[in-house]
């Protein structure tokens, strides 16, 4: 098991930064996956990163060339750099780690963080 806590989220004017953490309870080296998800009012959760643990990423059309994902396996903390933010990038971020074992795949989440990007 494993217990995601994410920080960082706030209230910012476009164009401005932010940068998330999700700080895990257990050593993430051996995490197979780990992600950044957010949601929207009225909208269905959606997958803005994922990492996985030989560092190769995949990022929403949406967030290239803005966002950026890094894993600190020493501070077992996972963060998402957050650029040139947009009003339609408000939401609730949750970080995701997905750890695969023989014929098991089990999802953990964060409770969530805000992010509110004033227009």
């Known amino acids: 098991q494993v217990q995601l806590l994410e920080s960082g989220g706030g209230l910012v004017q476009a164009g401005g930064s932010l940068r998330l953490s999700c700080a895990a309870s257990?050593?993430?080296?051996?995490?197979?996956?780990m992600a950044w998800y957010r949601q929207a009012p009225g909208k269905q959760r959606e997958l803005v990163v994922g990492?996985?643990?030989?560092?190769?990423?995949n990022y929403a059309d949406s967030v290239k060339g803005r966002f950026t994902i890094s894993r600190d396996n020493a501070k077992n903390t996972l963060y998402l750099q957050m650029n040139s933010l947009k009003p339609e990038d408000t939401a609730v971020y949750y970080c995701?780690?997905?750890?695969?074992?023989?014929?098991?795949?089990?999802?953990?989440w964060g409770q969530g963080t805000q992010v509110t990007v004033s227009s």
């Open positions: 990492i996985l643990s030989d560092g190769s990423t």
């Open positions: 995701k780690a997905e750890i695969r074992r023989p014929g098991i795949l089990e999802n953990y």
């Open positions: 257990r050593n993430i080296f051996s995490i197979n996956y």
